[in-house]
């Protein structure tokens, strides 16, 4: 009982003692306590006082704030004396309280943050052992964790002043004095409950989370990078809350602040595990951690989670990944529209155009599924790659524009121009030319239509109504158009370079399409030349300056298989990149193979076909090249074969279907119906090739029951075409 009365004796004692340091403190006087004679320092009055500053504004705030005073009371308990550093950590807390920043910064300021430090090492570190069960006989910390705790919430204090203030790198270097004591102090990271009596843990929380942010202020993203680091990678013992946001907050910052981060110095790893190698990478482990903590429950659902791993696998090509961890996600999550609408996109980005087709199509027949706006544009843009189902994608885009019934100018621009384009390609297929012109002028009128009502121009719209107008030989208006999305995508589009020179091309005016794909390839990165060197040797060819041809296909063959050994930028394309460039190799060593037959220098054209076969042993195009390689060898029954081979695996091949027949009509003896059958089927699949319509006026010339006016017609087609014909098809 009397030892019950002696401590609150004693409390009441010290909280009276604290009260009246700090009421000297706010009024400048000197303050003489006799008790504390432990204390080397005196009370941290002096340079407050004599600095102008003073806590009582008015004499308004007389009432001193219990936090402080408790926190106070605890270092006096622990140490029996309050220190200069101390009390000026206590007064610029309560003027930070207050919102008087500069004044709360002026007392920090005058704390001796550099001969303090070392002692909250010692401290902090004693204080571990202490729970590790050290021996009696060990020294006493030279601090308390109260008086550890109120300095190193001074120090955050004080970074929080600075940020206020706008001195973002000062502020950034303060809170980082926070987080380096610690990390020295403890290398084994921070551990659970480590001193829960005071407030250091959640000083140290504060910091953890503020350092990032004030880098990215003070325009270091370096920095930024690093102190996300080393919150994630150094133990702080943080709430699974905290870690997360700090988490969220790296992975988005990687993804859109435009700067290059190095990869992660990682201080101990298990062998062959992951290393992120840029910034998307490492975006993309940080938000699949998230993912992952929730799907076992650790955290709540964030959609934003979602969309930004979207945003990184889509642009990394990682688009199978993405649908996989969104197949993963529990039922009820996401809605079964937006769930399917996503994978459709995933699915269609890596090539699977069914697959994508056929989860719009589950949207589509869904009776509760309202304003599918958007899953009726994307399934008209698959369908109109397909000809099999290009009548659907003339379905969903009418029906695209019944559903927005004039509202939404952007969205009606799209679906008119998705109507034209399926038409276009409708136009491609019919049998009879009154037909053909017809949907002809349809797809033209829509696209026209979605050029007038979009409020800006749309360079998807303006490509599709320039290629219609070039597959028209509409040239002149062609050439506008093709002007016009050059610059509306500021020379950036491969598509739009390639377009202009076909355009010039048609035109014969082969020294300005050069000039064009020679800009072009100025403007693009070496792994994305292809099509433009293909191009290029394509017009040196039309040129007769065959010699540069093959310079330029030679180039463009080391280009590709460079990339292909090149693991991690063959690895970071789609399937559907990765497939076209394998395409593009094998056409190049088909027309450098063609280019060979025609100098006659048959061993170096079998080598070119050697070297497609390795990549494709079953492709139409290597057994028409083939089959041209034994023509010019006089071997007509072998290239018949070759061609008929071509005609086996692609029976749509038109190329091989006009040499069928023309051999067919060499030999004669053959029924006129037969050949006539051969370029009738190419004419079908390809209205606009000069050398079908030529062969057929021979195919009349020879026939004598063939009218002269049919005849005629063939080769006034044929001229027409061939004087208006690019160097490679406008599509």
Not at 46 to 52: L, P, T
Not at 203 to 230: C, F, N
Not at 482 to 507: D, F, H, M, V, W
Request: glycine residues 6%.
């Amino acid at each position: 009982m009397k030892a019950k009365k002696w401590m609150n004796k004693r409390r009441f004692s010290i909280r009276g003692r604290l009260q009246k340091m700090l009421k000297c403190m706010r009024s400048g006087e000197q303050f003489r306590v006799e008790d504390v004679a432990h204390s080397s320092d005196s009370l941290a009055t002096r340079d407050y006082s004599a600095s102008g500053y003073s806590s009582r504004t008015g004499e308004v705030e007389a009432k001193v704030d219990n936090s402080n005073i408790e926190e106070a009371e605890s270092s006096l308990r622990e140490s029996g004396y309050l220190n200069y550093e101390e009390a000026r950590a206590l007064l610029g807390r309560l003027e930070y309280q207050k919102g008087n920043t500069q004044a709360a910064l002026q007392v920090f300021e005058g704390i001796d943050i550099g001969a303090v430090i070392p002692k909250i090492k010692v401290s902090i570190s004693r204080r571990c052992e202490s729970n590790r069960r050290r021996s009696q006989s060990d020294a006493v910390p030279p601090m308390s964790m109260h008086a550890v705790s109120l300095l190193l919430e001074a120090v955050l204090l004080k970074a929080k002043s600075l940020q206020g203030l706008g001195r973002f790198g000062e502020a950034a270097q303060s809170c980082k004095i926070i987080l380096d004591t610690v990390e020295t102090a403890l290398p084994e990271g921070l551990p659970l409950n480590f001193a829960s009596d005071c407030k250091l843990q959640e000083t140290v929380g504060k910091a953890v989370e503020l350092l990032p942010e004030l880098w990215i202020l003070a325009g270091d993203p370096q920095e930024a990078i690093l102190s996300y680091r080393q919150a994630l990678l150094y133990q702080w013992s943080l709430d699974i809350e905290s870690t997360s946001k700090i988490e969220k907050e790296f992975a988005v910052f990687l993804l859109y602040s435009g700067c290059d981060a190095s990869p992660p110095n990682l201080r101990s790893q298990m062998e062959s595990s992951f290393v992120p190698r840029n910034n998307i990478e490492e975006a993309v482990l940080l938000l699949l951690i998230l993912l992952r903590k929730f799907i076992v429950g650790r955290i709540g659902w964030d959609p934003s989670i979602v969309e930004h791993l979207s945003f990184a696998l889509s642009i990394s090509g990682k688009l199978s990944a993405l649908a996989h961890h969104i197949e993963e996600l529990i039922p009820g999550i996401m809605g079964r529209k937006e769930r399917y609408f996503t994978l459709a996109l995933c699915y269609y980005g890596e090539g699977e155009n069914s697959v994508a087709l056929n989860l719009l199509r589950n949207i589509l027949n869904d009776r509760e599924s309202t304003d599918c706006i958007l899953e009726l544009l994307l399934a008209s843009k698959i369908c109109s790659e397909n000809l099999v189902c290009i009548e659907d994608g003339i379905k969903f885009a009418c029906k695209a524009l019944s559903g927005l019934d004039g509202k939404c100018y952007p969205l009606l621009s799209i679906a008119n121009c998705l109507l034209g384009v399926s038409l276009s390609v409708k136009s491609r297929s019919v049998s009879s030319d009154s037909e053909r012109i017809l949907k002809q002028s349809e797809a033209l009128q829509a696209l026209e239509t979605a050029e007038t009502i979009m409020r800006e121009r749309n360079p998807y719209i303006v490509f599709h109504l320039c290629l219609e107008h070039a597959e028209q030989r509409k040239l002149d208006v062609a050439l506008s158009y093709a002007k016009e999305l050059l610059k509306l995508e500021a020379g950036s589009s491969i598509k739009a370079y390639t377009l202009l020179a076909r355009i010039l091309s048609a035109q014969k005016r082969f020294i300005d399409a050069e000039t064009v794909i020679n800009a072009a390839l100025d403007q693009t990165g070496k792994w994305d030349q292809g099509e433009l060197l293909r191009t290029k040797a394509k017009l040196q060819i039309a040129q007769g300056q065959l010699k540069n041809a093959i310079d330029t296909y030679t180039h463009l063959l080391a280009v590709l298989q460079v990339r292909s050994k090149n693991f991690g930028v063959e690895k970071r394309l789609l399937k559907s990149r990765r497939n076209h460039n394998r395409s593009l190799e094998m056409e190049t060593w088909h027309d450098l193979a063609n280019l060979y037959t025609n100098l006659s220098q048959w061993r170096d054209a079998e080598v070119c076909l050697s070297k497609s076969q390795a990549i494709n042993p079953h492709s139409a195009s290597r057994w028409h090249c083939t089959g041209l390689l034994y023509e010019a060898k006089g071997l007509h029954q072998e290239a018949l074969k070759s061609f008929r081979k071509a005609l086996d695996v692609e029976p749509t091949h038109v190329p091989s279907l006009i040499s069928t027949a023309c051999i067919l009509r060499k030999f004669g003896g053959q029924s006129f119906p037969v050949v006539r059958s051969f370029l009738m089927d190419a004419l079908r699949l390809d209205r606009s090739n000069p050398s079908a319509w030529y062969n057929l006026g021979l195919l009349y010339k020879a026939d004598p029951r063939s009218s002269p006016l049919e005849t005629a017609e063939c080769f006034e087609a044929a001229a027409y075409l061939e004087e208006h014909a690019p160097i490679e098809s406008f599509r």
